[in-house]
């Protein structure tokens, strides 16, 4: 919807002028599974394209734009469509003998930083606040990176410190499984965007899927042993498993 909207915001389309469907295999084509944070780069760039195509049927020849009922008058088509192929890596191949190369057109890089305290009684540990820097290209809805960050930095609490899905006969429920609660997750939590253009992305932007669970975890553990000097190299961090680590000191 954002790499649609950046588009035909050109003829004054609003937000609200587009509607988005999505789920109705009927009018929306297979475009692939949304693992490896592609949909902003693949969909994205493909709405984008579409967007152009769109503008250009549109486009009369003083610059200005045809209504729906002038391109039906004139015969022109109403449906386009937009295809984008991610070439970069038969482009960039990897080097097979070092394995050495680029074999993704479009990264993210985040900067994970937790303040723990650990009660070196129980074993319990808080986090109390965590800071991000992240870079996932331009940020075209700063709201919905946001939303996917917070959303990402809880989740990466629970794996470090809670969540647990190893024995299937006990672990039966979101509540046996440790999902962290509201008050598991700190207000605290403060995102620094750093906005490096993606000349593959549409409009500069890359995915942020993964951006905020690639490291988070391990960064906690990092932060309970800079609290404690116990290392701790296996997650969840439960209470025992942290005195656990504190007695082997």
Not at 30 to 52: D, H, T, Y
Not at 154 to 169: C, R, V
Not at 204 to 220: N, Q, S, T, Y
């Amino acid at each position: 919807l954002v790499s649609a909207h950046e588009t035909l915001r050109q003829a004054g389309f609003r937000p609200e002028d587009i509607r988005l469907v999505m789920n109705d295999t009927k009018l929306t084509p297979n475009s692939g599974p949304a693992g490896g944070s592609r949909s902003q780069v693949m969909s994205g760039n493909a709405c984008r394209l579409a967007a152009e195509n769109l503008l250009a049927a549109m486009r009369k020849a003083d610059g200005t734009y045809r209504n729906y009922e002038e391109m039906k008058s004139e015969g022109i088509e109403t449906k386009v469509k937009g295809n984008w192929v991610a070439t970069y890596f038969s482009d960039h191949p990897v080097d097979q003998a070092t394995s050495q190369g680029e074999p993704f057109s479009v990264y993210m890089y985040t900067l994970f930083l937790p303040e723990v305290a650990v009660d070196t009684m129980t074993g319990k540990v808080k986090v109390e606040k965590f800071t991000v820097v992240t870079d996932v290209g331009t940020i075209m809805n700063k709201l919905v990176v946001d939303g996917n960050f917070y959303g990402g930095l809880a989740q990466g609490i629970g794996l470090a410190l809670s969540e647990d899905f190893e024995d299937l006969s006990k672990h039966t429920s979101l509540l046996r499984c440790g999902i962290p609660y509201i008050l598991d997750v700190p207000d605290d939590l403060e995102l620094h965007y750093i906005e490096t253009y993606r000349p593959e992305g549409p409009y500069g932007a890359a995915g942020c899927g993964e951006a905020p669970l690639d490291a988070p975890h391990p960064a906690i553990l990092n932060a309970i042993y800079n609290a404690t000097g116990a290392r701790i190299t296996r997650i969840p961090a439960k209470p025992e498993v942290v005195l656990e680590a504190l007695k082997a000191l």
